[in-house]
């Protein structure tokens, strides 16, 4: 019993302590390429982002029908780290998220490979999550091509 429990214990453990850029790209925003950027501006122990990460955005990778068409990332803004902007400037991962008023976590921000916004931002995460995969799915999929 106590064995059991203990493994339970452990697995929440490591449930809750994955790191929610740890699967997505590192963001290499001035580094060229066709693809536009779907970019979740997270910070630490931000339950929500995780909750984002594991039910939306990695099935989405997952599915690959975005593989041609969209790069994920993250943008940590718990502390300003040092961040290379589009246009080859460097500038901070806060101030690169307040630009495109990723004030709150999570933050879902739309952009073009030259970092126009593309779509709304989405904030947060709602109870049911269903309608709100589907919602990003469909602004994903409505984005406008990249030239």
Do not use: H
Request: glycine share 6%.
């Amino acid at each position: 019993m106590i064995s059991q429990l203990i493994t339970v214990i452990g697995f929440i453990a490591m449930s809750f302590s994955a790191d929610a850029s740890s699967i997505s790209e590192e963001p290499k925003f001035s580094q060229p390429d066709s693809r536009s950027w779907v970019v979740m501006v997270t910070q630490p122990d931000c339950s929500f982002c995780v909750r984002l990460e594991k039910e939306i955005l990695q099935p989405l990778r997952a599915s690959g029908e975005f593989r041609g068409k969209i790069r994920f990332t993250t943008v940590d803004i718990g502390i300003a780290t040092p961040l290379t902007d589009f246009d080859g400037t460097k500038t901070t991962t806060v101030a690169f998220a307040s630009r495109y008023e990723g004030f709150g976590t999570p933050t879902l921000l739309f952009l073009s490979p030259r970092g126009d916004p593309l779509a709304p931002p989405k904030y947060g995460v709602p109870d049911i999550v269903d309608f709100y995969a589907y919602e990003i799915e469909e602004t994903i999929r409505n984005l406008p091509p990249a030239n």
